[in-house]
T-cell receptor, first 112, second 111 residues
Framework: KQEVTQIPAALSVPEGENLVLNCSFT??????LQWFRQDPGKGLTSLLL?????REQTSGRLNASLDKSSGRSTLYIAASQPGDSATYLC???????????FGQGTTLQVKP | KAGVTQTPRYLIKTRGQQVTLSCSPI?????VSWYQQTPGQGLQFLFE???????NKGNFPGRFSGRQFSNSRSEMNVSTLELGDSALYLC??????????FGPGTRLTVT
């Protein structure tokens, strides 16, 4: 049974810092991995999708890496801003379907 | 392109009642998935529909059901509501490669 873990559960950093969020999964046979952002009481916003054959994806100040063999992904946020404050969720798909298994999320606070 | 829409956004129901939530996917997306989000359990997969057929089902009781129409719009139904069904219900539609796009959610409160 696939399990997804995110560490740390919460993180507080000063504005401008570079930071790394971690995600680990127990079954390396994944189809893809997706990072999301969720603001309080809102839906999820897709940040990056990494196919199983890819090692990383970049979008603006965000970079996500994937190491299937070790069951890990990291989300790197450069030059953090207060607007980056949100909960970041990692999710994996184990097949060619829409079913995602989510981690519990990392709640990020960026202080001005 | 319009995003995923969900109606209603908020609902208050009484224990024992039933409720129907609606989801309209992004145009052209044929896969629609439903998730329940609670503070204690996080995000849990309910079911997925593709071309009007249920393709995957999560570990929820039979009180939770869904369907998909020929235009890919989907509904989920919860019968005999319990207090523990209070949650944010999220719908997602998938593009090719199954990148998921989520709607704003329906906040259900059961009293």
């Amino acid at each position: 049974k696939q399990e997804v873990t995110q560490i740390p559960a919460a993180l507080s950093v000063p504005e401008g810092e570079n930071l790394v969020l971690n995600c680990s999964f127990t079954d390396s046979a994944i189809y893809n991995l997706q990072w999301f952002r969720q603001d309080p009481g809102k839906g999820l916003t897709s940040l990056l999708l990494i196919q199983s054959s890819q090692r990383e994806q970049t979008s603006g100040r965000l970079n996500a890496s994937l190491d299937k063999s070790s069951g890990r992904s990291t989300l790197y946020i450069a030059a953090s801003q207060p607007g980056d404050s949100a909960t970041y969720l990692c999710a994996v798909s184990s097949g060619n379907t829409g079913k995602l298994i989510f981690g519990q999320g990392t709640t990020l606070q960026v202080k001005p | 392109k319009a995003g995923v829409t969900q109606t209603p956004r908020y609902l208050i129901k009484t224990r024992g009642q039933q409720v129907t939530l609606s989801c309209s996917p992004i145009s052209g997306h044929r896969s629609v998935s439903w998730y329940q989000q609670t503070p204690g359990q996080g995000l849990q997969f309910l079911f997925e529909y593709f071309s009007e057929t249920q393709r995957n089902k999560g570990n929820f009781p039979g009180r939770f059901s869904g369907r998909q129409f020929s235009n890919s719009r989907s509904e989920m139904n919860v019968s005999t509501l319990e207090l523990g069904d209070s949650a944010l219900y999220l719908c997602a539609s998938s593009s090719s490669y199954y990148e998921q796009y989520f709607g704003p959610g329906t906040r259900l409160t059961v009293t």
